[in-house]
């Protein structure tokens, strides 16, 4: 039918009663080949033209991911209620996230309202955690989503030897970028490495405070940075100082 296929297996049960124009029932349901959790088992209902997702749990990422909630089906489908919690999780077995990220990850979210307007907040908490060998202190990285369309997300890594990146960043309901960004003395290779970057090609030591602005395809930035025994390939500059303007 061109969709994408929701799993390669299928087993379980559904039982189904009453009317044509009052259906209800009750299943339980294990999926495997499900991308990206691979096996899920759900058990769930249906009665007054909603799906009640009783539970939904995943043994994933080397830990495990439960979910639980209502989709109801009258006029536009709208979710109600919906939570997921993934706890243990091994960060380097993320989606797109690669060996290089160590540690573990809990996860907390919810989610609700109608399809195309939805709207919730997620918190993700770090621990034991590191980059390319570099190592973080315990982090928590908070995301919300508004029915407008504007999203954020705030976090706050302290590296465990020296150095911080503070972020409050997002998009408004226009899809502009806000928000700031803040650097202190925060080494150019651990920030090459967060950004998934050779930690070799730069170093020295980055503090700014940028206030972010523009679009997704062209962000712009006002502010200042300021570097110390800075250098890039074998050119070393000293101290460096940059305004920054739109």
């Known amino acids: 039918l061109g969709y994408p296929a929701l799993a390669k297996e299928v087993n379980g049960f559904v039982r189904i009663g009453g009317t044509v124009d009052d259906l209800h029932g009750r299943g339980r349901l294990e999926l495997h080949g499900v991308p990206v959790v691979d096996d899920l088992t759900s058990e769930l209902s249906y009665s007054d033209q909603t799906i009640t997702v009783d539970a939904a749990n995943a043994p994933s990422f080397g830990g495990s991911l439960s979910a639980s909630g209502k989709i109801d089906l009258r006029n536009r489908a709208t979710l109600r209620g919906f939570t997921l919690s993934g706890k ?144 890039l390939g074998e050119a070393f500059f000293g101290g460096v100082d940059v305004q920054v303007k739109r």
Request: glycine share 16%; proline share 3%.
């Open 88 to 231: 243990n999780l091994v960060l380097a077995r993320l989606p797109i996230v690669g060996s290089a990220l160590t540690g573990r990850g809990a996860l907390e979210a919810h989610i609700g309202g109608p399809v195309g307007a939805l709207e919730g907040g997620a918190s993700l908490n770090l621990s034991n955690w590191s980059i390319a060998g570099d190592r973080y202190g315990d982090t928590t990285i908070v995301g919300e989503l508004s029915t407008d369309g504007a999203m954020s997300v705030d976090a706050d890594i302290v590296r465990a030897k020296v150095g911080r990146l503070e972020l409050d960043a997002g998009l408004d309901a226009t899809g502009s970028v806000e928000g700031d960004v803040k650097l202190g003395a925060l080494p150019v290779s651990a920030l090459l490495g967060l950004a998934g970057l050779d930690t070799r090609l730069a170093g020295g030591k980055l503090s700014s405070h940028l206030e972010l602005s523009g679009t997704p395809d062209a962000p712009t930035a006002t502010g200042a940075i300021a570097a110390s025994r800075a250098w």
